[in-house]
């Protein structure tokens, strides 16, 4: 389904997770000199406009970022200085994707390989990315564009999956994906965002990770409403494939925080859980 524009929810709260998941992954794994690659399978337009009419329409940054500005939280001073670094003056106008996130944090002998099929935003994003070198964009199906590049030269990679799962399907096939690139590149780290719709689906997708013998899951799970039956996205969640030791410490410390900022009263929630452990 091509309908999907994430210009209409760039920075909400499932923003914040999955980025404040993303800087921590990307930092972790660049200790090291050797190169990365990173792979984003729906990398969507880039960088986007908080004051454009798209998402000015439902305004989700509100309940996301913009809730973070005035709070000192020292514990996401990296994730929040790249949002910094994004604006072209004192206001909150602009947020960094996943893919200008990897831009501003990877180095020169980094890889990074981006996936968009809707054109409009591939366009954008070949516009501004494109002529980088190390980057390789293409227009096509990120599931399958995944499967093309592994595993990489480098041994080393960060895999961030989100689609829009509009697509009832799309959990099936993340999670079919997920197992055959485990399978043929074993020590990449994968990064699988969810949004909390439905519990049947977010359940056998766990359940199929753990049957396919990947041997350590972790899940990062932010809900801002009491989850209910036909209410649309309460919440979303970071399933995590090889993370790195240090993430469920900080995650289980953060979780907690981001839950009573950005959530409503009586109603958030969080989950940190191991779902395989070697």
């Not at 454009?52 to 994730?79: C, F, R, T, V």
């Not at 030269?153 to 999670?175: G, H, Q």
């Not at 970071?238 to 925080?257: E, G, Y």
Request: net charge neutral; proline share 5%; hydrophobic share 40%.
């Amino acid at each position: 389904m091509l309908s999907y524009r994430h210009s209409f929810h760039a920075g909400n709260h499932a923003d914040v997770l999955k980025h404040v998941v993303l800087v921590d992954l990307l930092d972790y794994l660049m200790k090291k000199d050797t190169p990365l690659d990173y792979i984003d399978t729906h990398a969507g337009a880039g960088c986007y406009s908080l004051v454009g009419h798209q998402a000015a329409k439902n305004q989700e940054y509100n309940s996301g970022i913009g809730k973070l500005q005035a709070i000192d939280w020292p514990e996401l001073s990296d994730y929040l200085a790249l949002v910094s670094d994004c604006q072209k003056g004192p206001s909150l106008t602009q947020y960094p994707g996943s893919p200008e996130i990897a831009h501003r944090l990877l180095r020169k002998h980094d890889r990074r390989w981006l996936f968009e099929l809707h054109s409009t935003d591939f366009g954008l994003l070949n516009g501004q990315y494109g002529a980088f070198r190390h980057t390789r964009i293409q227009q096509t199906d990120g599931l399958k564009g995944l499967m093309a590049v592994l595993p990489p030269a480098s041994k080393r990679a960060v895999v961030l999956i989100d689609p829009s799962y509009e697509m009832k399907d799309d959990y099936a096939a993340v999670t079919k994906t997920v197992v055959k690139a485990w399978e043929k590149f074993r020590t990449g780290v994968y990064a699988i965002w969810y949004p909390v719709v439905d519990r049947e689906r977010i359940n056998k997708m766990e359940a199929a990770l753990k049957r396919a013998g990947i041997k350590s899951i972790q899940v990062f799970e932010l809900n801002v409403l009491k989850e209910t039956d036909g209410r649309g996205m309460t919440g979303s969640g970071m399933i995590v494939i090889n993370p790195p030791w240090v993430l469920f410490d900080r995650m289980q410390a953060l979780l907690p925080k981001l839950a009573s900022a950005l959530g409503e009263p009586d109603q958030a929630s969080f989950r940190c859980e191991v779902l395989a452990q070697d």
